[in-house]
Structure formats: C-alpha cells, structure tokens
C-alpha cells in the first residue's frame, strides 16, 4: 500500500477520559471500510470499549452494515419495550418527545444482560437532539471497576454468580439469566465487574442479607464517576458501545424536547464466562 492511501485510510482515535471512550475522526460510516479501517476500527473497540462518531447521516443499511462488521445482528429479548421495531427486523427506533412518560435505559445497565448470551454491543445513531442540550449517555468501565477493587474483594467474588431477571425491565416472558458476579471478557482476556441496577435481582450462593449488601456495594462501586464518562451527543452522533465490559444510562432531562435516533445490537458469541 502506497504512502497516500496508508494516511487516508488511518482513524484518527482520540481518547475522551482516562478509563473510557474515544472518538474517532477521519471516518465515514456511510461507506464500506477497507481492510485497514476496520482492523483499526477493531483495534480502537477493543481498547476504549466504547466508541463515538460525530456527524454520521447513517441510513439502516449503513448501520446495519457498521454492526455487521463485528458479527450478526440480534434482536431484543425484552417483551414489552420502550424501544420500537422498524421496518427492519434489526433497527430499533429510541424515539422521545412531549408525548413520552419514560425513556430506556434510565438506570446504569449493561444491555439484556438478562439473556443468557447477551449482546456483544449496540450501537446508537441519533440524528435528532433536544436544542438546549441534555440527553447525555452516561458509560462506565467494568475493567476499571473490578481492577479498582481491593484484592481481598476480587478473592470473595470469585466463583460467585448473580441472577439477571429481565421481567423487572421488559415484564413477563423476558429471560432470566445466571451469569458470574466477575466475568472474563472473551478478546482481551480482562475482567469484568458484570452486576448492574437494572437487571441483576440477587447474588447467589450468599445468605439473602450478605448478598444484598455485597450487590448494592458492586452496583454502587460499579459506576463510579472515576471510571465513567458523560457523552454529549450532538445531531448524527453514533455511539459504539461493548456490553461485555462497560454499563450505560440514558439521561432523561429534556422533556419536553425531542431525542430521536435508532440502535442495533451485535449477537454475542458465548455465555458470559467467569
Ligand atoms: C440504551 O441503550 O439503554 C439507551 C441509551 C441512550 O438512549 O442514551
């Protein structure tokens, strides 16, 4: 490859905090990526664990394809959703305005964790954005969670697993999934704090009083703004996200203004293993 085309095929990776996140420039979703692009763009999720772009007039099939890069799609396992189908069996539309009573994904979460082979990742296009701000997306890293615990606490969390219920999100007939309180991300080979707000009901294998307050301990310890980051999303923004090492929240303080946009999910390859 000639020296050229290596500068004009290079992502310009720019990290936004020191645990999580980068952004990436010099890119254009609304194309097919070279062999280049995507061994990069590969390379920068495997280590920010979340990525973002900005100014991404993506249609369905350009999303669909920036998904595809990474595996196939999933569907949503949730039965009664906020979210809503599309004419495409993979594109959900996450549409909120004057009308809207809730939003989703208020609490920290990792996404349908519930399942018992949750989502790789998602990605999130939003082309519409309250015009006074708000509608950030909160991201924190699981890496930096469980390597901030103290050694004694990684010891005691090992081999424990938690119930993830998903009827407390999406009500009856949502999985109910038991997953490791720790769990081995399946590229990098770190771990990986996996409790989260939303969906883990209880930690097994513990005494009902000792397992309460060891989850409220993970679940605060787990989002902590030391290892999280507040993304301010600007019109045609993409977010890029790793379920299997970071958690997010969706802040819901423009009412009664308009966020609107559309999010896929990439399968995920196994069972969450410890
Ligand atoms: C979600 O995927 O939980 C929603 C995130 C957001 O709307 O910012």
Known sequence: MDGTRAEADSLVVTKVSPHIGAEISNIDLTKPLSDSQLAQLKAAFAEHQVLFFRDQKLSFDDHVRLGEYFGPLGRHVGKQTISKTTENPYVRKFHYDETSTRISGENFHSDQSCAEIPPLGSILYNHTIP??????????????????????????????????????????????????????????????LYVNTDFTSHINDLPPLEARHLLDFLIEHSIKPEWSYRFRWEPHSVAFWDNRCTQHKAIWDYWPATRSGYRIQVEGTAKPVP
């Open 131 to 192: 015009p006074n701000g708000g509608g950030d997306t909160m991201f924190a890293s699981m890496y930096a969670a469980y390597d901030a615990l103290s050694d004694r606490m990684k010891a005691y969390l090992d081999g424990l697993t938690a119930t993830h219920d998903g009827t407390r999100v999406f009500g009856p007939g949502t999985p109910v999934s038991v997953h490791p309180v720790v769990i081995t991300h399946p590229e990098s080979g770190r771990k990986a």
